[in-house]
T-cell receptor, first 115, second 111 residues
Framework: DAEITQSPRHKITETGRQVTLACHQT?????MFWYRQDLGHGLRLIHY???????NKGEVSDGYSVSRSNTEDLPLTLESAASSQTSVYFC??????????????FGPGTRLTVT | GQNIDQPTEMTATEGAIVQINCTYQ??????LFWYQQHAGEAPTFLSY????GLEEKGRFSSFLSRSKGYSYLLLKELQMKDSASYLC????????????FGRGTQLTVWP
């Protein structure tokens, strides 16, 4: 069965360190998204990609970067982790436009703590 | 810009019916989604409306009025397992597949 996975599921890191969160999907979806979820804010979009070599900034992109070298993977990098980046991070993917509703399928999430 | 509003919390009893409302003001519209999210888990897709009217899926139904910028999720025959956060999300259509989420409604079902 197709799925979307994230690793690690839990991560504790120190302020200033570079951290990379992995996202891998086997849906063969073109569109991939990274969100963070915090109490009181709901899901906020960090970065997204509509295909290989395409990346776009979301509403809270400062301090984060992504790269898309293949269809399956969209790793999220925190350049220099800050305590404000302590959050739960969700990766999602959706199919090509024209396949009906463009619902997004979410990975299980990564809980990141920056100390 | 976009503004998506839904109540923060709701409570109901087992077996009852509950309606969770969502209002939106967005520059562009290409459909509205409802997701369910249990504590500590990922959001899962519940429903999609792009045309006005009611879509029914078992115990869950979703309604859309585009002219009013309004949707609701109706949950019937509530069960304890329906205790979760329900997220409303709008596809503005201007950027392919990007969704704008409300903050979610935390539903608690009591026995």
């Amino acid at each position: 069965d197709a799925e979307i996975t994230q690793s690690p599921r839990h991560k504790i890191t120190e302020t200033g360190r570079q951290v990379t969160l992995a996202c891998h999907q086997t849906w063969n979806h073109n569109n991939m998204f990274w969100y963070r979820q915090d109490l009181g804010h709901g899901l906020r979009l960090i970065h997204y990609s509509y295909g290989v070599q395409d990346t776009n900034k979301g509403e809270v992109s400062d301090g984060y970067s992504v790269s898309r070298s293949n269809t399956e993977d969209l790793p999220l990098t925190l350049e220099s982790a800050a305590s404000s980046q302590t959050s739960v991070y969700f990766c999602a993917s959706s199919g090509v436009v024209g396949t009906g509703g463009r619902e997004q399928y979410f990975g299980p999430g990564t809980r990141l703590t920056v100390t | 810009g976009q503004n998506i509003d839904q109540p923060t919390e709701m409570t109901a009893t087992e077996g009852a019916i509950v309606q969770i409302n969502c209002t939106y003001q967005t520059s562009g519209f290409n459909g509205l989604f409802w997701y369910q999210q249990h504590a500590g888990e990922a959001p899962t897709f519940l429903s999609y409306n792009v045309l006005d009217g009611l879509e029914e899926k078992g115990r869950f139904s979703s309604f859309l009025s585009r002219s009013k910028g309004y949707s609701y999720l109706l949950l019937k025959e509530l069960q304890m397992k329906d205790s979760a956060s329900y997220l409303c999300a709008v596809d503005r259509g201007s950027t392919l597949g990007r969704l704008y989420f409300g903050r979610g409604t935390q539903l608690t079902v009591w026995p």
